[in-house]
Structures are given as C-alpha cells and as structure tokens.
Nanobody, 117 residues
Framework: QVQFVESGGGLVQPGGSLRLSCAAS????????MAWYRQAPGKERELVAS????????KYADSVKGRFTISRDNAKNTVYLQMNSLKPEDTAGYYC??????????WGQGTQVIVSS
C-alpha cells in the first residue's frame, strides 16, 4: 500500500538549518509531482513546496521562498526539503504527499520541526 515515511525533523535555533527526507513506497513515485506540506498547532495544513516528476520545476509558498529547497531522487523514491534560515513560525509537523492529493494516498506520521531559542 501507499506509504510515506518522513524523517529529519528536530529542535533547531532560529537561523539554523534542517534537511527533511520522505521515503515513498507503494506507487509509481517518478510519475507524480510531489510536495511537502506542514501543519502548525491550531492551523490548517498548507502546501510548502512542490516539485515536478523529473525535478525540473519547483514551486514554493511565499513564506518559505528563498529559504527552502525541494528536491527528489527518483532512484530512491525519496523527496527532500532543505530548510535554511529557519524562523519560529516554521515550527510545525512536516509531511510529504502528492502535489495533487488523491484518494488512497494517506498521510504519513510526519516529522516535527521546532524552531526555538
């Protein structure tokens, strides 16, 4: 079945960096645009960054543009999110999934990012 396993989160000081990874399985990974989403406490889940099938095009939410970089390795069925210049408002659970959500593609457990001094 479809599975997403996110990792790489943690506690980091403002201005710091983290690299998140998401290992996907159970579907044709290279055939889909992928995305990272985040959900902060008390807020709705939002799309943070997305990437096309071959990685040739990326899009970012205005709040992370210039600080986050999404990439993918189709040989490893993995999508990454490099996060630099982290801010306290980046604190959230981070999840990967298809850019266009589909029935049957549920959410993984996510990885928690806490930005705090």
């Amino acid at each position: 079945q479809v599975q997403f396993v996110e990792s790489g989160g943690g506690l980091v000081q403002p201005g710091g960096s983290l690299r998140l990874s998401c290992a996907a399985s159970g579907f044709s990974f290279s055939a889909y645009n992928m995305a990272w989403y985040r959900q902060a406490p008390g807020k709705e889940r939002e799309l943070v960054a997305s990437i096309t099938t071959l990685g040739g095009s990326t899009k970012y939410a205005d709040s992370v543009k210039g600080r986050f970089t999404i990439s993918r390795d189709n040989a490893k069925n993995t999508v990454y999110l490099q996060m630099n210049s982290l801010k306290p408002e980046d604190t959230a659970g981070y999840y990967c999934n298809l850019e266009v959500l589909r029935s049957g593609y549920g959410w993984g457990q996510g990885t928690q990012v806490i930005v705090s001094s």
